[in-house]
């Protein structure tokens, strides 16, 4: 069969014009070239050639460069002009013509070079046995926990994120110090990194429901009880000694003249006989089983009978309110109010027709001037769907247009996404403002929520400055549509501070973008922070149900081992946060054997080697 001819020249020049494209973008963006950091010069303009070859469609060319042997430009990201120099050299070999030198930004060995420094100066320094880092999102009760913080960073934390959006001061400066206490015990670096809050919609409140606690005992297969529900009872704020199912608040002197073996009888809220029997005596307080699901409310009355008791009777005392949640169904109304009006659920008549429908208000009431009818409307991260039927000055009618199909549960402080919606929110809220003097004197990296513009950058840059911490460095969260859209400008603008880095925020663009298309989005997000040289964490729900429920779902594993292509992961905390850091921990070590970015690593593989006791049964 006779070869076809190939046409060198035609391919040499196909690559010249990438390369002309390329020195062409970046003198068009010179300006804003100007104004990047000196560490992030040739990271920028190499993020333009990278763009400026990715507006061509190129596959033809790569499929004829594969078919020489040559590179196809498939992993050219952290060196565009290099690796269309080296190509062209080696084409121009093939053609016995004489090769041409061009001027080269970043060559292959800076590429590597480059991401590790802005990594190290971003993130700290590279863990042991490891080359990604693994950052942890601190929940409240690690103010108080210093014994888990040291075993966090000695299972391989290496950053934490302090989300603003939760707890105050106060409780961040306890985190702090439990985060700089282990270091100073272990020896082991950590990042901290607080997260602004940023113009997030949520829903308001809830009209506040009753004070009532519903207490139940473990049920095995059967429905037999497994194990008695554990119930603290004290007079003072003191923490029960032992892990419980519900603490009841009553009086400090009708409390401590209890003894083990006393029965306690109540009747709950719908009138049923209960009894708990007291199993343990403590200095703050008892504690006691319960063997029979209970519905406890303030002013329950308690009653002992003990005739050593000078007391036989005592109300239990003031129980947090509970929350109602909004049941919504497909087809139902959802009226979101402009005002801080508390959320109720729907209202029924006698016959279960509804009455008036379900109601919330919305944390941003700017909003109502900027959405139109027919638009989509999600709520808690895309579980239940919605489209604007009807929007008015003070209220916007909402239709479900998607839950699950028993209905679906809306509380209070829920994300709201409208992705088709032109929202204007450009701007830092107060509370941002506030919160980064706090971050400036704490913090070692600020993360800018809801990174839209490049102007939303500039007003972080500004409050920076005024905050005078120079020292700080910036990372950008992309978790919109809009952000997604204006990733290259968003880059350019972050890298006129030094160190920086991006943050995917994968459960809101998901919600922004469609489940759909996540997986696409991320990885653009990665190739064009790869030819900026950025550092990227990969964010949400890594190996979420290990951590919640010591047990990873396949589905998980696999996530977390394409997530070893960032330089950064992050864990949300859980009960089982620690198993959680070791299993990530275990499985970059092993994935960095076989994986660099987009690059497969051929180190020799067990399965490959063929003995001859196997090989009859092949």
């Given at each position: 069969m006779a070869k076809s001819k190939v046409d060198y020249q035609h391919l040499i020049a196909q690559l010249d014009t990438l390369y002309h494209d390329a020195l062409a973008l970046e003198k068009q963006y010179a300006h804003e070239v100007k104004k990047?950091?000196?560490s992030f010069k040739k990271s920028a303009k190499n993020l333009l050639h990278y763009l400026a070859l990715r507006q061509h469609d190129i596959r033809e060319l790569q499929e004829a460069l594969s078919l020489l042997g040559l590179s196809s430009l498939g992993r050219a990201e952290g060196h565009v002009l290099a690796s269309l120099q080296s190509v062209r050299s080696q084409l121009c070999q093939l053609a016995k013509c004489p090769p041409i030198n061009k001027t080269l930004t970043v060559s292959f060995f800076e590429n590597r070079e480059l991401l590790a420094n802005h990594t190290k100066n971003l993130l700290g320094p590279l863990p042991k046995n490891r080359t990604t880092r693994i950052m942890v999102t601190f929940s409240t009760d690690l103010a108080k926990d210093h014994e888990l913080v040291t075993r966090m960073l000695k299972a391989g934390m290496n950053c934490a994120r302090i989300n603003c959006a939760h707890d105050n001061e106060k409780t961040w400066s306890a985190m702090i110090?439990?985060?700089?206490k282990a270091q100073q015990e272990t020896g082991l670096p950590c990042t901290i990194l607080f997260d602004l809050m940023g113009p997030k919609l949520r829903t308001g409140d809830l009209k506040a429901g009753p004070k009532?606690?519903?207490?139940?005992?473990?049920?095995?297969?059967?429905?037999?009880?497994a194990s008695p529900a554990i119930v603290w009872l004290t007079g003072t704020k003191a923490a029960p000694p032992i892990l419980t199912d519900a603490t009841l608040p009553v009086e400090h002197s009708w409390v401590t003249q209890l003894q083990e073996g006393d029965l306690i009888t109540l009747k709950d809220t719908r009138g049923r006989k209960r009894t708990m029997s007291?199993?343990?005596?403590?200095?703050?307080?008892?504690?006691?089983?319960?063997?029979?699901?209970?519905?406890?409310?303030?002013?329950?009355?308690?009653t002992v009978n003990t005739k050593t008791v000078a007391a036989n009777t005592t109300t239990v005392g003031d129980l947090p309110t509970q929350e109602v949640p909004i049941l919504l169904k497909k087809d139902h109304f959802l009226v979101l109010h402009r005002d801080p009006i508390p959320g109720e659920p729907d209202q029924f008549d006698a016959n279960g027709h509804i009455l008036t429908p379900a109601h919330i208000s919305c944390t941003l009431p700017e909003v109502f001037d900027q959405v139109k009818e027919g638009e989509p409307i999600l709520f808690d991260d895309g579980e239940i769907e919605g489209v604007v039927e009807e929007v008015k000055p003070s209220e916007m009618l909402v239709k479900i247009t998607f839950a699950k199909d028993?209905?679906?549960?809306?509380?209070?402080?829920?994300?709201i996404n409208l992705p088709e919606s032109n929202l204007l929110l450009h701007d830092l809220t107060e509370k941002d403002k506030q919160d980064l003097k706090y971050i400036a004197?704490?913090?070692?990296?600020?993360?800018?929520?809801?990174?839209?513009?490049?102007a939303m950058v500039q007003a972080l840059y500004a409050e920076i400055a005024k905050a005078k911490a120079k020292n700080l460095a910036v990372m950008l969260k992309i978790e919109t549509k809009e952000g997604f859209k204006n990733l290259p400008h968003l880059l350019l603008a972050a890298m006129q501070r030094y160190p920086a880095g991006i943050m995917i925020a994968r459960g809101d663009l998901a919600v922004e973008c469609g489940w759909q298309r996540l997986a696409e989005v991320q990885e653009e997000i990665l190739w064009l922070c790869e030819a900026s040289h950025i550092p990227v964490v990969w964010a949400t729900q890594v190996l979420e149900t290990l951590a919640k429920k010591g047990r990873p779902s396949r589905a998980e594993i696999t996530d977390a081992a394409m997530a070893q292509r960032a330089d950064c992961v992050m864990l949300n905390k859980g009960p089982h946060i620690i198993e959680a850091i070791t299993m990530l921990h275990d499985i970059m070590h092993r994935m960095q054997e076989h994986q660099h970015k987009k690059t497969s690593m051929l180190r020799n593989l067990?399965?490959?080697?063929?003995?001859?006791?196997?090989?009859?049964?092949l």
């Open positions: 990047v950091h000196s110090h439990n985060i700089r009532v606690t519903a207490i139940r005992p473990v049920h095995n297969e059967l429905g037999l009880i007291v199993v343990r005596k403590e200095q703050e307080g008892v504690i006691a089983h319960l063997l029979k699901t209970s519905y406890i409310a303030t002013g329950t009355k308690l028993k209905g679906s549960l809306l509380r209070a402080d829920k994300g004197k704490h913090g070692d990296i600020v993360n800018l929520s809801f990174a839209n513009t490049p067990h399965v490959s080697e063929l003995s001859a006791d196997t090989a009859h049964k």
